[in-house]
């Protein structure tokens, strides 16, 4: 069984950092795909940087701006967001995928809420 279950939203100003976490149970880093994604108000839910056996790929609008990175030994999977904007206002979800980083994600968490204020 996976659970996901992530912590760390809250609101900050334009220009400001905030770090996600995600404790994740059921879940092997080395092997399975992990990943951030985000829901802003009245759009669709879209990936912005996912990460497996060591490799990271981010969306274009997170793009040098954000990392994801984990913690082998306490199971946390991370997202350390700096310069954040407005736009990046959003739900932000952990999710995982058993194997390779190909189609939907099996598991998701219940989401942290990011304000970005201007």
């Known amino acids: 069984q996976v659970d996901l279950e992530e912590s760390g939203g809250g609101t900050v100003q334009a220009g400001g950092s905030l770090r996600l976490s995600c404790t994740t149970s059921?879940?092997?880093?080395?092997?399975?795909?992990m990943a951030w994604l985000r829901q802003a108000p009245g759009k669709e839910r879209r990936e912005v940087a996912r990460?497996?056996?060591?490799?990271?790929v981010y969306s274009n609008s997170v793009q040098g701006r954000f990392r994801i990175s984990h913690d082998d030994e306490s199971n946390i999977l991370y997202l350390q967001m700096n310069n954040l904007e407005p736009e990046d206002t959003a739900v932000y979800y952990c999710?995982?995928?058993?194997?390779?980083?190909?189609?939907?994600?099996?598991?998701r968490g219940q989401g942290t809420q990011v304000t970005v204020s201007s």
């Open positions: 999710a995982a995928r058993k194997g390779r980083c190909s189609g939907t994600y099996t598991y």
């Open positions: 059921g879940v092997i880093f080395s092997d399975d795909c």
């Open positions: 990460i497996r056996t060591g490799g990271a």
